[in-house]
Every structure is written in structure tokens, then in C-alpha cells.
């Protein structure tokens, strides 16, 4: 039972245009929510965060959205330049110690 | 210079072989990670440990085995139980601290059978 989903498995955008990755939830339990960027053959690496007493969080280029109603977030990314190519995990925590990974997008951006 | 160190990068195993992948954090994380990572399945966890001396199976425990003797160190063990361990394997750590969830990863070992 995937509790995290990320149904795009794939993204392809022209640099400088906005890039929107999408992740679905079905735990309403979930209180904490992060994005982890993938090179290949690399650990992942912490890209942004965002609690559910919130419904948007930005830090640079990057912003992360919160909808809760409907158990969904999104990242985007403005303006999308080459070196933003990767594969994109959302995360979940239904408690503290735990994160549950969604299946990751992989991120194309074209010069 | 913190963070966490996985080794081998690559490592072989040869069929009935149970082989170890090392995992070393100074970061002072009390949490410590076992991942796997396939093709389109993502992360999923294999252990996890919160404090020495006591871990706790994951999703897809069966066929490895791990232990966590120092705070620093959370080797796990790919058994010649696990009838699929070609994978990519990555350990991570966390700081206890709620609201915070924010896991670090190593670089990770790609294990191939032979």
C-alpha cells in the first residue's frame, strides 16, 4: 500500500520555465513533509520542508505547497535551469523518526 | 567535517555469500537508516535503529540483518537469504527532534550479485 505517490514518473521542461512536481498522501496523520533531490549514483540530499500547520514554504527557487484537503503538496521550481535535472523524492513523516519516500520524479530540464 | 560514510561504493556477492555494508556517522545522530533503492519503487526502508542497542524492521526486512553496538555504526548484512539484493543501498541518519524529520544520507553502495 503506497502511502506517498508520486504518479509522474517523469518531467521534461525548457530551462528557465517553472518545474511542478507533484506528490499525493493518503495518511491525514502525516505532519511533516520534505523534498529530497537524487543525483545518480549519490545519497540524497535535503532540498526543502514544510509542516502541516503551514501551506507554503519558499527558499529560493524553490517553494513547496501544501494542500491538505486534499492530502496533496507540490514543489516548484522557478526558473528551472540545467543543473536542476535529477530525480525529485517527496517525503512523510507519520511520526517522529519515520519518513516514507514516494516512488521520486525524474526532472529533465533542457537548455 | 560531519556527515556520514558509507563503504564499499560497489560491492559483489557471490551466490549463498552474506556480505556487510558499513555504515559510519559523527554527526551525534541518534537515529540511524537502512534503505534500498530499486528502479521506480523509491526508497524503502529495510531497518532503522533510534538508540544503541535496539533497531526495529522496516518494510522489507526479510533477508537482512543489522546491529548497532555504537552509536556511530549501523552495518547491515545482506544474508544469502535475500534472494534479490542487487540494489542500490543507502544509510542515513536523523537528529531526534520532532517536528524536524530531516534524514542525511550517505553516498550510498551499489551491491551486484555475480
Known amino acids: 500500500d503506497q502511502q506517498v505517490k508520486q504518479n509522474s514518473p517523469s518531467l521534461s521542461v525548457q530551462e528557465g520555465r517553472i518545474s511542478i512536481l507533484n506528490c499525493d498522501y493518503t495518511n491525514s496523520m502525516f505532519d511533516y513533509f520534505l523534498w529530497y533531490k537524487k543525483y545518480p549514483a549519490e545519497g540524497p540530499t535535503f532540498l526543502i520542508s514544510i509542516s502541516s500547520i503551514k501551506d507554503k514554504n519558499e527558499d529560493g527557487r524553490f517553494t513547496v505547497f501544501l494542500n491538505k484537503s486534499a492530502k496533496h503538496l507540490s514543489l516548484h521550481i522557478v526558473p528551472s535551469q540545467p543543473g536542476d535535472s535529477a530525480v525529485y523524492f517527496c517525503?512523510?513523516?507519520?511520526?517522529?523518526?519515520?519518513?516514507?519516500f514516494g516512488q521520486g520524479t525524474t526532472l529533465q530540464v533542457k537548455p | 567535517d560531519g556527515g556520514i560514510t558509507q563503504s564499499p561504493k560497489y560491492l559483489f556477492r557471490k551466490e549463498g555469500q552474506n556480505v556487510t555494508l558499513s555504515c559510519e556517522q559523527n554527526?551525534?545522530?541518534?537515529?540511524m537508516y537502512w534503505y534500498r533503492q530499486d528502479p521506480g519503487q523509491g526508497l524503502r526502508l529495510i531497518y532503522y535503529?533510534?538508540?544503541?542497542?535496539?533497531?526495529q524492521k522496516g518494510d522489507i526486512a526479510e533477508g537482512y540483518s543489522v546491529s548497532r553496538e555504537k552509536k556511530e555504526s549501523f552495518p547491515l548484512t545482506v544474508t544469502s537469504a535475500q534472494k534479490n539484493p542487487t540494489a542500490f543501498y543507502l544509510c542515513?541518519?536523523?537528529?531526534?527532534?520532532?517536528?524536524?524529520?530531516?534524514?542525511?544520507f550517505g553516498s550510498g553502495t551499489q551491491l551486484s550479485v555475480l
Open positions: 517525503a512523510a513523516s507519520p511520526y517522529t523518526g519515520k519518513l516514507i
Open positions: 542515513a541518519s536523523m537528529a531526534r527532534k520532532t517536528g524536524s524529520e530531516k534524514l542525511f
Open positions: 554527526l551525534n545522530h541518534d537515529a
Open positions: 535503529s533510534q538508540i544503541v542497542n535496539d533497531f
